[in-house]
């Protein structure tokens, strides 16, 4: 049976979050901690937009691959240090990402798109870049916000929910009201969001 170029990028992208060494916890289960991140993001921006491209959906898979190999220790400890690793992530998941895509036999314009879309180039003005940083999004307010309350103070957590917020489309906030928090956590992005 042939494999399509789409499945084989997609299990190779698996294959590298695999190696993450860093292990969380899930139902029980445990995950190499990119591999989860990556499953929970192509799953929910299929939930959220089953008719995303497949760019999109090669993005949202590959949007934290290898993460684990620049650690955030390597820069300065200060805003600018996180900007700036921040920034260096992103060139380095898409140009992860550019040369599985090329073993798979997709072409150099594909290829510069999804690059395009990992880095989140024009941001509220690509309509597909707009739709992975709503899927980033509801990912971090349905999985990854209680972590962040027991880390945080509460006018800091709503300065990071607020951020969020901001960065997402209508319909992403509509779909983030739908995800079932905690009273507490609920109550925190309404002081947050303004409800």
């Known amino acids: 049976m042939t494999t399509t170029p789409f499945q084989n990028a997609s299990a190779w992208i698996d294959a590298e ?5 860093n292990i969380e916890i899930d139902q029980s289960k445990s995950f190499p901690k990119e591999l989860l991140y990556s499953n929970r993001m192509y799953a929910t921006l299929m939930d959220f937009y089953p008719n995303a491209s497949e760019a999109v959906q090669i993005a949202s898979k590959a949007q934290h691959i290898c993460r684990w190999k620049i650690a955030r220790e390597s820069y300065p400890m200060d805003r600018v240090g996180y900007l700036k690793w921040r920034e260096d992530l992103k060139k380095f998941h898409a140009k992860t990402t550019a040369v599985i895509l090329e073993k798979a036999g997709y ?6 798109r999804v690059s395009f879309l990992i ?10 870049t707009q739709l992975l940083e709503d899927v980033i999004c509801l990912v971090f307010l349905e999985f ?3 972590p962040f309350v027991l880390k945080h103070d509460t006018e800091k957590l709503k300065n990071i929910i607020l951020k969020s917020w901001n960065k997402m489309s209508e319909n992403g906030q509509q779909e983030a009201l739908k995800i079932k928090f905690s009273a507490a956590n609920l109550q925190l992005i309404k002081e947050a969001i303004g409800l």
């Not at 979050?17 to 060494?21: E, H, K, L, V, Y």
């Not at 072409?107 to 510069?112: G, L, N, S, V």
């Open 17 to 21: 979050n695999a190696q993450d060494p």
């Open 107 to 112: 072409d150099a314009t594909f290829i510069a």
């Open 119 to 128: 880095e989140k180039k024009l941001l509220k003005k690509d309509q597909e």
């Open 144 to 146: 990854y916000l209680e």
